[in-house]
Structure formats: structure tokens, C-alpha cells
């Protein structure tokens, strides 16, 4: 360490409101905006935390984020030169952090697109290439075909990381020109007039997300240039994106002096269902050009990925597990306590997640070195009309396993997408950053 501790904590509180509620922030900034994600961490928000506690790693940093979403905290990392390993149990926060991680020309990008482009263009074929269940109620039939000749098109491309760059812009493209409402994470179709009333064509939509993107990526690959961090026209340091279940295990034998994450915000079936906002974009888009390691089947339900996530599956015996994580957090334990049979059933889930984030924060101890921090942003929300403290019960969960407080900050949520209500909770407008630091 190169400053005390006092000092460090001195500068993390020195860091402006504005700065910690995303005021100021551009869309664009760090690729942010090629995929609109759900729930994406603001990178303006966590540069300076990472800044400062780079200056007090001595800026020899390795970074992880075990809860990877769209990556924002890892392209982050990579603008300080700093080593950055991250994994997701979504395939989609994988293919979209593999092209944010990897380098491209601009003249690689531009040729290649008007080479697509004419191709879509010169396709007459009518055959929708895709097949599952209900695709006739989340797309019309002309939307499939103008998807299939893009599908085709990119299909055809033979460079991989390329395919991979347009996979992301019709993963968007899909977003935008589906059945479904972009309101809401969940999957809810649109109004039978208003899908006949709508005016959009995927062609279109493709075509200048694209170019979008194009620029996007290429602005944020101009920032690691001239910060020094491109060389032999790759980045200068590991950026390593994997799909893995972190509640299974970390899959990298590397260890790490800089964790930050923003875990998922309850179980993802009744918060943020970034399984249901992947669902119709995994269909159009090969396994094989994302990563043949995946081990979930995605495609079964739009339900698959959520419900493999934290507290999405019934596992144990409620009761078992109570009684393992109780004796962590007495205040999850006052919690569930003071609800009746009926609500307590409610808010099961609410237990469950908490019992499969604290088995994960297991397996990411021991990939931290002595000395590294910890820093974790969480939101407490609204479950039976009840606030569940879970900045509380995180800290409490860190302290069981002899890991104190180093310091927290508080944040307004302004500029990241989330939902404000749900069928389940309300949902919070305050986030904490909370820091750990583990000293052995």
C-alpha cells in the first residue's frame, strides 16, 4: 500500500454526489450503449472508485467481477491498464463482454458491414431460419424474414470476432423490433393493434445500430490507445470473459487484488429477469459462436436462465436453510420473522438468495489476495411491503467470514435502467457501494 488508510478512505469519500448518482454521464462512454442491458452498471460511477483504488494497489491491479452483467466494470478496468477477468451465467452478458473486451479496427468494422449489408440486400429468400416455440406471437412473420436474411448474412461472415460483433447488433435489433414491450425486463407482448399498427423494419433498425455501434467501439478503443493500453493491436494486458455459475465456482486458477460487482438485486425471477430480456435474442444466435462451454440450456423456457441464477432454484429445505444463513444475518433473520405463514411463504425467496449469494461470496474469497478490497453496489428494496436491508445483510455475511467493513458510500439511482415497480416489490431509488478490504 502507498497511501494510508485513512488517506484512501479520505479520497473515496471526497468523490462528489453528482459523480456517484451517473448526473453527468454519456450513454456512449465505454461502448456502454451497444446493447441495451438491463440494470448496467454506470462506468462513470465506478471509475473513480476503481482510480482510487488502483492508486492505493499501486496501480498493479487485477480485477474481477464475478457478477459480469454487460461488462461495464471490466472495460472500466481496462481503460487503467489493469488485468480483468469476469464471468456471467448469462450467454448474452457473454457474447456482449466478449466483443466490449476485444480489439477492432475501425476499417475492419466499416468493410465488413457494407459487405453484409449488400448481402442482406441482395437476398430474396423468404425462409425464416429459426424455429421455437411462440415465435409467431413475438414476431410478425415479416420481422422473421428480414431477421433470417440478417441471420444468414452473419452466418456467412467467416472471421469469428466479427460474427460476434453483429450477433450483439442483432441481439439489439431483436430487442427493438419484437412483440415484446421494452418497458419491462419481463417478457410481456405488446397490444395486438399497436403490433399491427407499428411501422419498423429490422433491416432498418440493423443498419443503424451498426453504424452506432461501429462508432461506439471505436471511441472506446481510441481511449486504450491513447492510454497506451493497445499493443500489436490487441490489448496490452489479460481481459478474460467466461461463462460460468458463481455459485457453482470461480473458473480461473488466477487470483485478484480488486473485486467489484453489483450482484443480482433478489432472485432474478421477481427483480431484474435478464434471463427473459435474453430469451428472444438467444434463439436467433449459434451456442457455438458464443461458447461451447455453456453447461445450461438456455432455450428451454424463457425462464431457463433466471431460474438457474441466485435463489431461482428450490434446492434445499427452506427450514435448512434458515438455519445456516439466520445464524449470519440477524437481520435477514428479523426479517422473515415478523411475517405470517402466507407473507413468510412470499418471502422465501428472498432467503434463498441470500443463501446462494453468501455460498458465492465463499467461492470468491479465496481468489482474493491478502490486502485487496472488495467493493460491492446493492440496493435494498421492498418485499410484503417491508424494506429488505440488504446492504445490512451483505456486511453481515462478510463479517461472519471475518471480513470487516473498509468504508461505504451512498448513491441516487438516475441513470441506470431499472424497473420501478414489478408484480412482486417495489423496487429502490438508493443504491450502496459498499467496500470490504481482506487483510489476510
Partial sequence: MNKSIKNIKQNLKAISSETLNGENYSRNDFARSILNYPAMMVPSVQEPIIEKLSEALNKNVSLIDP???ASNTLVTGMKYGMNVFGQDINPLSILLSQVKTTFYHA?????????LINTIDSDASTIIEISFINIDKWFTKDIQIELSKIYRAIHNEPSLKIRKFFWVALAETIRLTSNDRTSTFKMH?????EISSRQISALKTFTSITKKNIKNINDYISVLVSNGHIKKNKYAKNADVIWGDTNIGIKTKKTFNLLVTSPPYGDNQTTVTYGQFSY?????????????????DYLQTAQSIDNKSLGGQIKENIKDIEEVVFKKSKTLKKFINQFDHNERKKAEKVTRFIYDLDNSIDKMLPKMRKDSFLVWTIGNRNVNKQIVQNDLILKELFSSKGIDLFTDLEREILSKRM?????FSNMMSKE?????KKTS
Avoid: C, V, Y
Fill in 67 to 69: 457478477f459480469m452483467g
Fill in 107 to 115: 476499417e475492419e468494422l466499416t468493410d465488413a458491414a457494407e459487405s
Fill in 432 to 436: 450502496k457501494i459498499i467496500i470490504f
Fill in 189 to 193: 407482448m405488446r397490444p395486438i393493434e
Fill in 280 to 296: 428472444l435474442p438467444l434463439q436467433w444466435i449459434p451456442i457455438g459462436d458464443i461458447d461451447n462451454s455453456i453447461e445450461i
Fill in 419 to 423: 424497473p420501478g415497480r414489478n408484480n
